[in-house]
């Protein structure tokens, strides 16, 4: 527990230092490809973008799916919005990979041979709105009270509006607002792999800017939930959108939303998407984790409720046999008295008076030893201190010498065999009562990898045979049994008895649920 507490007091710093040497290294590389003359951002090869649309389709696809089931499953509106967020990534993705695949690349304006504005536009409008849905979900993280969301309506609502988007700009795509100077489409289809200049295309880089700043607060918004909660989701997503912000950067110096080529800014959103899978999947095997551990909580809590009403049943009724059956014998025990004492009996007549007399001691004996095992069977506490007023008691009640010795406080075993191992005993000292003739009786208990007790008698013991079932032996063999332990009997004529058992005790704590 301390190791966890020191884990969980160093890892936002770890995770801190982390966001920091990234940030420092994605700065280094951006300012590389901006100023060195001879940094080529992107490379032209048709397999290799198609793979990279693919792969990106997918991963977001992924990342939209696994948010979108766990938003629903765990009423979470920030995992709705993300789902959302990349589900209009997905429909973005999937829309280059279609047209580069059929073949109608440049029908929208989408090769290097006459690049124009439509594949940029859907890239800027694509990508703001899903930074807006990612600046909306790290807010609903961590808001105290987040929005109720419709989850069907979230998922499909923003890439909608985004698709109807896009099918006015083609119809209308020879009015389309100017992103890229024609100097800028001519510089990018006579060198496609060479960084535009920052100042040719100034209004892209605005809208770029304003797309990764967005990007950033998002993460900064990640950032602040990590902080929070320690959840690694948050911290893996909180990386992502830096590398999501600084993408846009380099969507900025190469747009890559044309066939055929590959950009920097695409591997890096690349990135981007599969640090966000790696931390939903992450989720979702510690919401799995949570789930079981709860699972067994509620098992753990419901068996020991049972035990508690068990217990409680047994106390009741301990106290309906002491006040109604003891009192109905003790007062059948003292009216016979008084009859023999009237009546004079002699002969059979008082042979029948005492065995009348006998009968209702014997009776009135196990009435006693009933309502003493079911309040030692209702009680609580450490197991050794009431074995030793069980053997106390006995003592007291019955005139014998009896004795408890241990090696040291023993484990908590659970209410249910901690209450079935004292039945036992109580059947053994029964046992000795009824049947040893016995002077002393001994209860030795101690711990070595298991529980070992033992009931040892000097009384006159009596031949074993391996299957006898007498002196209620087949009673505590059967209690025994439910609780995973083994009884083992030790006795020869006129030397004693000695009743063992043993029970593992890592089975009497799964036996009790813990």
């Not at 607060?217 to 600084?246: E, K, N, P």
């Not at 009859?339 to 008076?353: D, I, R, T």
């Given at each position: 527990?301390?190791?966890?507490?020191?884990?969980?007091?160093?890892?936002?710093?770890?995770?801190?230092?982390?966001?920091?040497?990234?940030?420092?290294?994605?700065?280094?590389?951006?300012?590389?490809?901006?100023?060195?003359?001879?940094?080529?951002?992107?490379?032209?090869?048709?397999?290799?973008?198609?793979?990279?649309?693919?792969?990106?389709?997918?991963?977001?696809?992924?990342?939209?799916?696994?948010?979108?089931?766990?938003?629903?499953?765990?009423?979470?509106?920030?995992?709705?919005?993300?789902?959302?967020?990349?589900?209009?990534?997905?429909?973005?993705?999937?829309?280059?990979?279609?047209?580069?695949?059929?073949?109608?690349?440049?029908?929208?304006?989408?090769?290097?041979?006459?690049?124009?504005?439509?594949?940029?536009?859907?890239?800027?409008?694509?990508?703001?709105?899903?930074?807006?849905?990612?600046?909306?979900?790290?807010?609903?993280?961590?808001?105290?009270?987040?929005?109720?969301?419709?989850?069907?309506?979230?998922?499909?609502?923003?890439?909608?509006?985004?698709?109807?988007?896009?099918?006015?700009?083609?119809?209308?795509r020879d009015d389309l607002p100017v992103l890229l100077p024609p100097e800028a489409l001519e510089s990018l289809a006579a060198e496609p792999t060479a960084p535009l200049p920052l100042a040719i295309a100034p209004v892209l880089v605005a809208v770029q800017g304003i797309i990764g700043i967005s990007?950033?607060?998002?993460?900064?918004?990640?950032?602040?939930?990590?902080?929070?909660?320690?959840?690694?989701?948050?911290?893996?997503?909180?990386?992502?959108?830096?590398?999501?912000?600084?993408?846009?950067?380099?969507?900025?110096?190469?747009?890559?939303?044309?066939?055929?080529?590959?950009?920097?800014?695409?591997?890096?959103?690349?990135?981007?998407?599969?640090?966000?899978?790696?931390?939903?999947?992450?989720?979702?095997?510690?919401?799995?984790?949570?789930?079981?551990?709860?699972?067994?909580?509620?098992?753990?809590?419901?068996?020991?409720?049972?035990?508690?009403?068990?217990?409680?049943?047994?106390?009741?009724?301990?106290?309906?046999?002491?006040?109604?059956?003891?009192?109905?014998?003790?007062?059948?025990?003292?009216?016979?008295?008084?009859?023999?004492?009237?009546?004079?009996?002699?002969?059979?007549?008082?042979?029948?008076?005492?065995?009348?007399?006998?009968?209702?001691?014997n009776a009135l004996a196990e009435a006693r030893d009933a309502v003493a095992a079911m309040r030692q069977g209702a009680e609580s506490g450490p197991l050794l201190d009431i074995l030793a007023r069980q053997v106390d008691d006995f003592a007291d009640r019955f005139a014998l010498r009896a004795e408890?010795?241990?090696?040291?406080?023993?484990?908590?075993?659970?209410?249910?065999?901690?209450?079935?191992?004292?039945?036992?005993?109580?059947?053994?000292?029964?046992?000795?009562?009824?049947?040893?003739?016995?002077?002393?009786?001994?209860?030795?208990?101690?711990?070595?990898?298991?529980?070992?007790?033992?009931?040892?008698?000097?009384?006159?013991?009596?031949?074993?045979?391996?299957?006898?079932?007498?002196?209620?032996?087949?009673?505590?063999?059967?209690?025994?049994?439910?609780?995973?332990?083994?009884?083992?009997?030790?006795?020869?004529?006129?030397?004693?008895?000695?009743?063992?058992?043993?029970?593992?005790?890592?089975?009497?704590?799964?036996?009790?649920?813990?």
């Amino acid at each position: 527990m301390i190791a966890e507490r020191e884990i969980r007091r160093h890892a936002p710093a770890g995770v801190d230092l982390a966001l920091v040497l990234l940030a420092l290294a994605l700065a280094l590389t951006t300012s590389v490809v901006a100023t060195a003359p001879t940094a080529a951002p992107a490379l032209v090869n048709d397999r290799f973008s198609i793979g990279i649309s693919t792969a990106a389709m997918l991963i977001s696809g992924a990342v939209a799916a696994l948010d979108w089931a766990r938003g629903r499953v765990a009423h979470d509106a920030a995992a709705l919005l993300r789902s959302s967020a990349f589900a209009v990534l997905v429909l973005l993705n999937g829309l280059n990979l279609v047209v580069g695949l059929v073949g109608i690349d440049a029908a929208f304006g989408a090769t290097l041979d006459d690049p124009g504005q439509l594949p940029v536009l859907a890239s800027v409008v694509g990508r703001g709105v899903a930074a807006i849905l990612l600046v909306a979900a790290g807010w609903a993280a961590i808001s105290r009270r987040p929005p109720n969301l419709r989850p069907v309506l979230v998922l499909v609502g923003p890439a909608a509006v985004v698709l109807v988007l896009l099918l006015v700009a083609v119809l209308a795509r020879d009015d389309l607002p100017v992103l890229l100077p024609p100097e800028a489409l001519e510089s990018l289809a006579a060198e496609p792999t060479a960084p535009l200049p920052l100042a040719i295309a100034p209004v892209l880089v605005a809208v770029q800017g304003i797309i990764g700043i967005s990007f950033l607060v998002a993460g900064v918004l990640a950032h602040r939930s990590f902080r929070r909660s320690g959840r690694a989701l948050d911290a893996l997503l909180a990386a992502g959108l830096m590398v999501a912000a600084f993408s846009q950067v380099h969507s900025a110096l190469h747009p890559g939303s044309f066939s055929s080529i590959v950009t920097l800014g695409d591997l890096l959103r690349l990135v981007f998407y599969a640090l966000l899978l790696i931390g939903v999947v992450a989720e979702a095997r510690d919401d799995l984790a949570d789930l079981r551990a709860a699972t067994l909580e509620v098992r753990r809590l419901a068996r020991a409720e049972f035990a508690a009403a068990a217990l409680e049943e047994r106390a009741r009724l301990a106290r309906e046999i002491h006040d109604g059956l003891a009192q109905d014998l003790w007062y059948a025990k003292l009216k016979q008295s008084r009859l023999a004492q009237v009546a004079g009996f002699a002969g059979e007549a008082q042979q029948l008076n005492n065995e009348v007399g006998d009968a209702i001691d014997n009776a009135l004996a196990e009435a006693r030893d009933a309502v003493a095992a079911m309040r030692q069977g209702a009680e609580s506490g450490p197991l050794l201190d009431i074995l030793a007023r069980q053997v106390d008691d006995f003592a007291d009640r019955f005139a014998l010498r009896a004795e408890l010795t241990s090696n040291g406080q023993l484990p908590e075993i659970g209410p249910r065999p901690q209450a079935e191992l004292l039945r036992i005993v109580q059947e053994a000292l029964t046992n000795v009562r009824k049947h040893a003739d016995a002077t002393v009786v001994r209860v030795d208990v101690k711990t070595n990898g298991e529980l070992v007790l033992a009931v040892t008698d000097n009384g006159r013991g009596f031949l074993t045979d391996g299957g006898s079932s007498g002196f209620g032996l087949e009673s505590m063999r059967q209690r025994a049994a439910v609780i995973g332990a083994r009884i083992s009997v030790t006795s020869e004529p006129q030397n004693g008895t000695r009743v063992e058992l043993r029970m593992p005790i890592m089975r009497a704590r799964e036996e009790d649920g813990g």
